[in-house]
């Protein structure tokens, strides 16, 4: 059984510019996580998507957002990029939906992105 | 809030040797507790988890106990290899599907 994919593995951005990042969770699974992975911050819960809602959201600005595809696939967006966007994003997808109890969560491999 | 609270690193550690890497937490309600291991250029893999009181995770030699009274989830191994040598978190949940909350991580290095 295939884990969670990522891509692109490594992304290089200027300041300004806009950062796509996507996320292929694991087959069954419907909910998608997104952490950033900064140097020195540790690892900080970006965002939740489930059913292709936002469930939950972290303590990010508005330029950084997503969005849940109906195969549960996902999408991170990042606008206007500042230097200290750079960080490794993971993802990590669970079985989600009414499953009534806390779910697993299984990280890809991540995308390490670089702001110039 | 829901946090964690690791050890102060990084360790190291010769082959065979006995590993004891602290974790406490603080948290609403009840919470499942994880170690997650990050090895050199890769993503977070899950070690082991433990759900409710008194359980014990344990995975490739590596062991905790979710212990309630003293709000801790130490990760311990008898014997350590090389092969360990990674970045060690320990995180936890509250609620269904929720988002997981870590700690800053422990970085473990084993020489031969």
């Known amino acids: 059984e295939a884990g969670v994919t990522q891509s692109p593995t490594h992304l290089i951005k200027t300041r300004g510019q806009q950062a796509t990042l996507r996320c292929s969770p694991i087959?069954?699974?419907?909910?998608v996580y997104w952490y950033q992975q900064a140097l020195g911050l540790g690892l900080q819960f970006l965002l939740w998507?489930?059913?292709?809602?936002?469930?939950n959201r972290g303590n990010f600005p508005p330029r950084f957002s997503g969005r849940q595809f109906p195969n549960y696939s996902s999408e991170l967006n990042v606008n206007a990029l500042e230097l200290e966007d750079s960080a490794l994003y993971l993802c990590?997808?669970?079985?989600?939906?009414?499953?009534?109890?806390?779910?697993?969560?299984?990280f890809g491999p991540g995308t390490r992105l670089l702001v110039l | 809030g829901n946090s964690v609270t690791q050890m102060e690193g990084p360790v190291t550690l010769s082959e065979e040797a006995f590993l004891t890497i602290n974790c406490t937490y603080t948290?609403?309600?009840?919470?499942?507790l994880f170690w997650y291991v990050q090895y050199p250029g890769e993503g977070l893999q899950l070690l082991l988890k433990?759900?409710?009181?008194?359980d014990k995770g344990s995975n490739k030699g590596f062991e905790a106990t979710y212990r309630k009274e003293t709000t801790s989830f130490h990760l311990e191994k008898g014997s350590v290899q090389v092969s360990d040598s990674a970045v060690y978190f320990c995180?936890?949940?509250?609620?269904?599907?929720?988002?997981?909350?870590f700690g800053k991580g422990i970085t473990l290095s084993v020489r031969p």
């Open positions: 998507y489930d059913e292709g809602e936002e469930r």
């Open positions: 087959s069954g699974h419907t909910s």
């Open positions: 948290a609403t309600g009840y919470p499942s």
């Open positions: 433990a759900t409710k009181a008194d």
């Open positions: 995180a936890l949940q509250t609620g269904a599907n929720s988002k997981l909350t």
């Open positions: 990590a997808s669970s079985q989600g939906g009414a499953s009534g109890g806390p779910e697993t969560q299984y």
